[in-house]
């Protein structure tokens, strides 16, 4: 019998609830339709030792930028899915603590699907050659990237209509370095909309936004966009 959301029994949960709820459990998924965003301020070095140290089945997107997290140990992994097709199930950015990324060499994941993000941590060239045989479609560079990126090579999410809703917003650039609308439209982003984790997953790897972001009335506790080096208004 497998219990999804590992028993949680509320509707909706935070990350921070899924990772300790699901902690020392063989099978972690979430509720059909509904995905978890774990990011580096969701949880502690245990939590998340204690989170993967006897998982088997994992499906979850788990980032991790900027962080003081040393290690990510997932030894009895058998299966690993994101949460979403299309996106990494664990990428790990930026992290100049990183000294351990521990997976086996034979795990399985669903064919096409780019499971690593991997750059700029401090991991031993051996664990990064070890993800590139596991996954060879994924991005995995290793302390120092390959070249400088330019703004060419920057990802763009580019909204050129209007109807969206907020979430839809986050879905469609989460990720994205370059975030703004195209001529004659304006971006906005509620904290009534959307979660904290989303509000942080839509920053995490922007450089450049042209956007509105309100947050009032609302339970965040943060607000991380430690990439952004240019924030214009979504109206003058």
Do not use: W
């Amino acid at each position: 019998l497998v219990i999804l959301a590992c028993g949680i029994k509320k509707e909706r949960y935070t990350a921070h609830e899924f990772v300790v709820a699901c902690a020392n459990k063989k099978v972690i998924k979430p509720r059909p339709g509904y995905s978890v965003d774990i990011t580096e301020d969701c949880c502690s070095q245990k939590e998340l030792d204690d989170f993967c140290a006897k998982a088997e089945v994992l499906e979850v997107c788990l980032s991790l930028s900027n962080s003081i997290i040393r290690s990510l140990k997932c030894p009895n992994l058998k299966t690993l899915t994101p949460c979403q097709s299309g996106r990494p199930a664990i990428k790990l950015q930026d992290n100049d603590k990183l000294r351990e990324f521990d997976i086996p060499d034979n795990i399985y994941y669903p064919k096409g699907e780019p499971i690593f993000e991997v750059s700029r941590n401090q991991l031993p060239r051996s664990t990064i050659d070890k993800l590139k045989r596991i996954c060879p479609i994924c991005t995995i560079e290793g302390s120092t990237p390959s070249s400088e990126t330019t703004k060419e090579e920057m990802t763009k999410c580019e909204v050129g209509y209007t109807d969206y809703s907020d979430k839809e917003l986050v879905d469609l650039c989460a990720g994205k370095q370059i975030i703004e609308p195209k001529k004659g439209y304006y971006l906005t982003l509620n904290s009534s909309k959307v979660s904290e984790d989303d509000m942080n997953r839509l920053c995490r790897n922007a450089v450049r936004m042209e956007i509105c972001i309100i947050i009032e009335h609302s339970k965040y506790k943060s607000l991380r966009c430690p990439n952004l080096k240019e924030l214009k208004p979504c109206r003058p």
